[in-house]
């Protein structure tokens, strides 16, 4: 399953054509197995499905992201991080120090923050 980047999709606008479009352009690049080529078919003809396509979209978002607006501007839509979700993670001061079997966080003296999956590998960066 493709992941979506982290960033804006809609910026600027709160009309629904406008959200119904940019949603429905994501969500057809990436739902390659076609699941929701009928909710992309709705939006097109114009039906409100706004909310509907925010729940698909949020199928896509990597892990511990979510799809929806920013939480400072209500009228740009994308994939951002969770970072209440991401804050109830166990921290390790040390990368080298991530535990087998539990996914962790590291932020570095810059703020960067690295999640780390239970497999050991990064699953999410933050810079």
């Known amino acids: ?17 406008d959200l119904l479009r940019a949603f ?31 729940d698909a979209l949020n199928e896509f978002a990597p892990p511990y992201c979510y799809f929806g607006a920013h939480p400072s501007d209500g009228a740009d839509f994308g ?3 969770d970072m209440d979700a991401i804050a109830e993670l166990p921290l390790v001061a040390d990368p080298a120090d991530v535990p087998e079997g539990t996914e962790c966080a590291f932020v570095n003296d810059h703020g ?8 050991g590998r990064v ?3 933050l810079v």
């Open 1 to 17: 399953m493709v992941k979506a980047t982290i960033g804006t999709i809609s910026h600027g606008t709160l009309r629904p054509e």
């Open 24 to 54: 429905a352009d994501e969500l057809e690049y990436l739902d390659a197995d076609g699941k929701y080529a009928e909710l992309i078919a709705e939006a097109r003809a114009g039906d409100d499905v706004v909310a509907e396509l925010e």
């Open 79 to 81: 994939f951002w991080p």
């Open 112 to 119: 960067n923050v690295t999640v780390y999956g239970a497999d």
């Open 123 to 125: 699953i999410l960066e």
